[in-house]
Protein backbone atom coordinates (compact mmCIF):
# COMPACT_ATOMS: atom_id res chain seq x y z
CA UNK A 1 0.00 0.00 0.00
CA UNK A 2 3.03 2.42 1.14
CA UNK A 3 5.30 0.95 -1.42
CA UNK A 4 4.92 2.84 -4.63
CA UNK A 5 5.23 6.13 -2.44
CA UNK A 6 8.49 5.04 -0.90
CA UNK A 7 9.85 4.07 -4.23
CA UNK A 8 8.64 7.68 -5.53
CA UNK A 9 10.25 9.42 -3.54
CA UNK A 10 13.32 7.72 -2.78
CA UNK A 11 12.56 6.83 0.89
CA UNK A 12 15.18 4.90 2.74
CA UNK A 13 13.56 1.76 5.05
CA UNK A 14 15.84 0.71 7.37
CA UNK A 15 14.73 -2.50 9.30
CA UNK A 16 16.34 -3.98 12.39
CA UNK A 17 14.34 -6.99 13.10
CA UNK A 18 14.99 -9.19 16.32
CA UNK A 19 15.46 -12.56 14.63
CA UNK A 20 14.56 -14.21 17.55
CA UNK A 21 11.11 -12.59 18.66
CA UNK A 22 8.75 -15.27 19.21
CA UNK A 23 5.28 -15.27 17.84
CA UNK A 24 2.79 -12.76 19.38
CA UNK A 25 -1.13 -14.10 19.62
CA UNK A 26 -2.70 -11.13 18.18
CA UNK A 27 -5.13 -9.61 15.55
CA UNK A 28 -3.18 -9.46 12.29
CA UNK A 29 -5.07 -7.12 10.14
CA UNK A 30 -5.27 -4.48 13.34
CA UNK A 31 -1.93 -4.64 13.47
CA UNK A 32 -1.13 -4.34 9.87
CA UNK A 33 -3.44 -1.18 10.00
CA UNK A 34 -1.48 0.13 12.72
CA UNK A 35 2.15 -0.30 10.85
CA UNK A 36 0.33 1.41 7.47
CA UNK A 37 -0.32 4.21 9.69
CA UNK A 38 2.35 4.68 11.08
CA UNK A 39 4.53 4.16 7.87
CA UNK A 40 1.71 7.05 6.13
CA UNK A 41 2.19 9.35 9.15
CA UNK A 42 6.26 9.05 8.57
CA UNK A 43 6.00 9.64 4.97
CA UNK A 44 3.78 12.58 5.56
CA UNK A 45 6.29 13.98 8.14
CA UNK A 46 8.83 13.53 5.71
CA UNK A 47 9.56 16.67 3.87
CA UNK A 48 13.57 16.40 2.83
CA UNK A 49 14.38 14.48 -0.57
CA UNK A 50 16.33 12.30 1.95
CA UNK A 51 13.69 10.94 4.16
CA UNK A 52 14.62 7.60 6.37
CA UNK A 53 12.25 5.49 7.75
CA UNK A 54 13.74 3.16 10.36
CA UNK A 55 11.37 -0.26 11.46
CA UNK A 56 13.02 -2.02 14.68
CA UNK A 57 11.58 -5.02 16.59
CA UNK A 58 12.64 -6.44 19.93
CA UNK A 59 11.57 -8.99 22.72
CA UNK A 60 12.27 -8.25 26.27
CA UNK A 61 11.35 -9.12 29.84
CA UNK A 62 8.24 -10.93 28.12
CA UNK A 63 6.70 -7.46 25.82
CA UNK A 64 7.32 -6.79 22.14
CA UNK A 65 9.09 -3.80 21.34
CA UNK A 66 7.97 -2.26 18.37
CA UNK A 67 9.42 1.22 16.99
CA UNK A 68 8.81 3.49 13.75
CA UNK A 69 11.13 6.30 13.32
CA UNK A 70 11.06 8.99 10.80
CA UNK A 71 13.47 11.48 10.18
CA UNK A 72 10.28 14.34 9.12
CA UNK A 73 9.67 17.56 10.65
CA UNK A 74 8.74 16.21 13.92
CA UNK A 75 5.49 16.95 16.33
CA UNK A 76 5.18 20.52 17.45
CA UNK A 77 5.21 21.12 21.21
CA UNK A 78 1.46 22.33 20.77
CA UNK A 79 0.44 19.50 19.43
CA UNK A 80 1.62 16.45 21.10
CA UNK A 81 -0.85 15.92 24.03
CA UNK A 82 -3.76 16.04 20.98
CA UNK A 83 -2.08 13.49 18.79
CA UNK A 84 -3.88 10.87 20.18
CA UNK A 85 -7.66 12.51 20.62
CA UNK A 86 -9.79 11.59 18.16
CA UNK A 87 -10.16 13.62 14.79
CA UNK A 88 -6.93 15.64 15.76
CA UNK A 89 -4.86 16.35 12.55
CA UNK A 90 -2.41 18.77 11.44
CA UNK A 91 -3.15 17.84 7.77
CA UNK A 92 -5.22 19.72 5.23
CA UNK A 93 -8.16 20.01 5.41
CA UNK A 94 -9.73 16.85 3.17
CA UNK A 95 -6.22 14.76 3.64
CA UNK A 96 -6.41 13.33 7.19
CA UNK A 97 -9.31 12.22 8.97
CA UNK A 98 -7.54 12.70 12.23
CA UNK A 99 -8.60 9.08 13.35
CA UNK A 100 -5.63 7.32 12.55
CA UNK A 101 -3.77 7.30 15.83
CA UNK A 102 -6.96 7.29 17.92
CA UNK A 103 -7.56 3.66 15.93
CA UNK A 104 -4.13 2.88 16.36
CA UNK A 105 -3.80 3.45 19.88
CA UNK A 106 -7.35 1.37 20.77
CA UNK A 107 -5.78 -1.32 18.81
CA UNK A 108 -2.37 -1.38 20.87
CA UNK A 109 -4.88 -0.85 24.15
CA UNK A 110 -7.11 -3.87 22.29
CA UNK A 111 -3.80 -6.05 23.16
CA UNK A 112 -3.09 -5.15 26.52
CA UNK A 113 -0.23 -2.71 24.89
CA UNK A 114 0.72 1.12 25.09
CA UNK A 115 1.90 3.66 22.49
CA UNK A 116 4.11 6.69 23.28
CA UNK A 117 6.16 8.80 20.85
CA UNK A 118 9.29 10.58 21.18
CA UNK A 119 9.94 13.66 19.01
CA UNK A 120 12.33 16.66 18.16
CA UNK A 121 11.20 19.26 15.60
CA UNK A 122 13.00 19.48 12.79
CA UNK A 123 14.62 15.83 13.66
CA UNK A 124 11.79 13.28 13.41
CA UNK A 125 9.54 11.22 15.46
CA UNK A 126 9.60 7.76 16.76
CA UNK A 127 6.53 5.95 18.15
CA UNK A 128 7.57 3.18 20.56
CA UNK A 129 4.62 0.09 21.21
CA UNK A 130 5.22 -2.04 23.60
CA UNK A 131 2.71 -5.26 23.73
CA UNK A 132 3.25 -7.79 26.62
CA UNK A 133 3.36 -11.38 25.66
CA UNK A 134 -0.32 -13.13 27.18
CA UNK A 135 -1.06 -16.80 26.24
CA UNK A 136 -3.79 -17.39 24.37
CA UNK A 137 -6.04 -18.48 27.81
CA UNK A 138 -5.01 -14.98 28.99
CA UNK A 139 -6.35 -12.89 26.24
Not at 69 to 83: A, F, H, R, T, V
Request: hydrophobic fraction near 40%; glycine fraction near 8%.
Amino acid sequence: MVSFEIKNRSITVKLELDDKMPNIFAHKNKLIGVWINLIVNALGAIESTKGVISISTRYEKQEYQIIFSDNGKGILPENQEQIFKPFFTTKKVGTGTGLGLFVSLQVIKEHHGDIHFETKPDKGTSFIIIIPNIKRNEA
